[in-house]
């Protein structure tokens, strides 16, 4: 590890001493201010609180163009089953393995918190020979590109932007898929469960998750599927009653553990056991390539700690059929670039609690019409059961520009560096290059960065030679820039 490396994850390390999910980063947003102040940086906000640090050009490129330098301040919380990390207040523990960076038991935020560091240690670095710099830092970037959407009209003034939160150094992102999310609701009838029936709890946990842009073509396993579908198999032969359904996080990561309580008559408790003995065997063998700890197990609850609501017999059936007709996964491969996802969707989220259902759905596409029918899909099946729909979170795609001024110089730097041609590629994902594409007309990004493994899981894993590269392709791209 060089020198240079090892300031931009000390950098890091301090970044992530900061709990910072996202809506949560007023404390990482002071602590950035704070810095910048101290090292006699310009600093502004606007209304949302995302954040710009000025950094003034080097002697002969006063007259270059303005360079925005730009990542998210935000990152996805999540955590395996069995770690106690508060994510309002515990750091994140990195731990070093061989050549990667991880985290214990939760996301470990190089998502984008390696941008904030690099970002840090190109406003520290005197040496450095680049244009006028604008460090943008937004919010809220993990649930919808809400910090971008908000960005107030001049608050940036260069017209070039190197965003760094793409995941593979030496590729370069010239587009994204545009996205939405689809919630349902649908009030429930609940009745009191009759004194002689017996309460399970059924859970599927231990899936890998993972990124829903840029993992959902893996064919991982979404754990709020597996349990419909289990639940479907208890359904046809005992006829159940659910008291609860709890699955999924945030609409960006696909499902990793589900949980269902339900009731049966004490009859039925062999078959049920049975049932979900030959479904596990079903699933892990469906799954044996991707999911290698997938666990799904049934256990009796002692009905006195346990709510004595639950569904109807035939209100549980629509809901679970409901959650079946649901889409999950990819729907549509890209006729323009090779292996990319063009459209798919993630049930992301399921919970019933206080006689309300609610299901979160995130659709995503790089053709917008074909988005809108995603949506549709999701509606539709929605209706059927007579269920409410709204939208959020939505922003159009960003669509490749292959013949950018800002993508040929990035080649050609990348080239003469490296001695080898770099990738250039769209995403599945969505990009903050979306929203502030369209809010500022004329403006020309490249997305790059280090290469991470597994983003929005506890999995996640920051290649650390690869900080390296990206390091030193950034100080040529700039210096490339004088008048």
């Not at 003034?157 to 030496?170: F, Y």
């Not at 019409?369 to 509606?379: F, R, W």
Request: hydrophobic letters at 40%; a negative charge; one cysteine or more.
């Amino acid at each position: 590890m060089n020198e240079k490396t090892r300031e931009i994850l000390d950098f890091f390390k301090e970044i992530s001493s900061i709990p910072r999910c996202s809506r949560n980063e007023q404390n990482i947003s002071r602590w950035l201010q704070q810095w910048a102040e101290n090292n006699s940086l310009e600093v502004q906000n606007d209304a949302t609180g995302n954040l710009k640090i000025n950094i003034g050009a080097s002697r002969g490129y006063e007259n270059a163009p303005a360079i925005v330098f730009q990542g998210h301040m935000d990152m996805v919380c999540e955590k395996s089953r069995d770690s106690n990390h508060d994510f309002t207040k515990d750091p994140i523990q990195l731990i070093y393995d061989g050549d990667w960076l991880h985290a214990d038991g939760t996301t470990l935020g190089a998502d984008n918190g390696i941008a904030l560091a690099m970002g840090m240690a190109l406003a520290a670095e005197s040496s450095a020979e680049h244009p006028s710099l604008e460090l943008l830092f937004t919010v809220n970037e993990e649930t919808g590109l809400n910090g971008a959407k908000q960005l107030e009209p001049g608050f940036i003034k260069g017209k070039i932007l190197l965003n760094v939160d793409s995941e593979t150094e030496g590729v370069f992102t010239v587009g994204c898929a545009g996205g939405r999310d689809t919630i349902i609701t649908y009030q429930l009838n609940v009745i009191q469960l009759p004194k002689d029936m017996e309460l399970f709890k059924l859970t599927v946990q231990g899936l890998n998750g993972g990124h829903s842009g840029v993992d959902i073509h893996r064919q991982r396993a979404n754990a709020n599927k597996i349990l419909a579908r289990a639940l479907h198999q208890l359904n046809t032969s005992c006829r159940i009653q659910l008291a609860s359904f709890q699955g999924g996080t945030s609409h960006n990561a696909i499902p990793r553990d589900a949980s269902a309580t339900l009731a049966c008559q004490p009859a039925q408790i062999s078959t049920m056991q049975q049932i979900v003995s030959e479904f596990k065997q079903t699933v892990q063998k469906e799954y044996a390539l991707a999911e290698k700890n997938m666990a799904l197990s049934l256990a009796q609850i002692d009905k006195n700690s346990a709510d004595q609501l639950a569904l109807t017999a035939d209100e549980t059936a629509r809901v679970i059929h409901l959650l079946l007709a649901l889409p999950h996964g990819v729907r549509d491969m890209s006729l323009i670039f090779k292996d990319l996802v063009e459209t798919s969707c993630n049930l992301a989220f399921v919970d019933i609690k206080n006689s309300t259902l609610q299901i979160l759905t995130s659709q995503r596409s790089s053709v917008a019409s074909k988005l809108d029918d995603m949506a549709a899909t999701v509606q539709a099946a929605a209706s059927l059961l007579g269920a409410e729909t709204r939208t959020e979170n939505e922003y159009s795609p960003w669509q490749p520009n292959m013949d950018s001024a800002l993508l040929q110089r990035c080649k050609d730097v990348y080239q003469r560096l490296f001695n080898q041609e770099p990738v250039v590629e769209a995403i599945h994902a969505g990009l903050e290059c979306a929203v502030i594409g369209s809010k500022y007309e004329g403006i020309d990004m490249v997305s790059f960065g280090a290469t991470l493994e597994n983003p929005h899981s506890p999995n996640e894993r920051l290649f650390i030679p690869s900080i390296e590269r990206v390091w030193t392709f950034l100080i040529a791209l700039l210096k490339s820039f004088k008048s």
